[in-house]
């Protein structure tokens, strides 16, 4: 399939072209200057321009933190820009797959989320995000599967697998929060769900594959757990590795408050599509394999 992604040097963009390659697909990558978010007017042409067979929306505003003071910028991107992508690709006849988050709850209770619980999102990515499905579900109904994912990490970008590996190298011990629970997923385990899904849409038109869709890697950690891991894998290779301090959220403050419960429930994928993406256990070592050679 030919595939236009927006966005160019993001974790998933980046593993859609890393595994594109691999399952035969043509990827177009499309970002800024060319095709700004905050510029809904800046979208249409190169994705057009494309010709794509389906559109994956994979950029966004992602700086959670930030978005707290620049809600506006976030809003504009992550809700008008993914609205404004979706009109495209319903203009175009061509399915839409966009990704969406975890970050849509609240964080309460202990069950894994499903797709029909409410939404309650506890700081402004989370809440522009939760805006930016319902723009893309109102600009292409029929044609859109939105896959909410969660605690992405990849041999690329900005991601707490490599945080951690660059503060095991400084110091003998770090603090973890160890009170947030989520699903820790491969980027690149994304781009071969997302494969799959955009197959499934482009050769059936049944209603029961669009829509909202949880899509995580399976298991669960704590980030103590998670970067318990990272710490394990590193040490196997002889990098580098620290003591996990477990810490509370209180005890590390942030601007956004992050949901203690990320848990995501991705029955409704498997049905629907047959997709279930592996554990982040197995997925994990690869990663860190990767990004320790970076550094060698
Ligand atoms: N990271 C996570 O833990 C996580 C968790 C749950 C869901 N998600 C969702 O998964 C998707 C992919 O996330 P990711 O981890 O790959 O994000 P990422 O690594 O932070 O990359 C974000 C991408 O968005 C692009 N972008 C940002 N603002 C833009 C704008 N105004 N116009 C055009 N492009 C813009 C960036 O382009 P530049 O290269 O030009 O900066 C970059 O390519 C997003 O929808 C995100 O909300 C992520």
Redesign the pocket.
Known sequence: MRIAV????????TSLIERGKLAGDEIVAI??PQ????DPASVATPLAAARPDAIVS?????AVDKAESERDLALA?NAV?AGAVAAVAADMGVPLIH?????VFDGSGVQPWTESDLTGPTGVYGET?LAGEQAVLAAHPGGSAILR????YSPF???FVRTMLRLAAERDEVSVVADQIGNPTS?LDIADGVFAVARNLAADSDPALRGVFHMSGAGEASWADFARAVFAASAERGGPSAEVNAITTADYPTPARRPANSRLDCARLAEAHGVALPDWRDSLPPVVERLLAETA
């Open positions: 927006t966005g160019t040097s993001g974790q998933v963009v970002g800024r095709l700004d978010l905050a994979a950029a966004a505003y992602t991107v820009g990704l969406s988050t975890d970050y995000k994912t969660a605690w992405v970008g900005a991601n980027a």
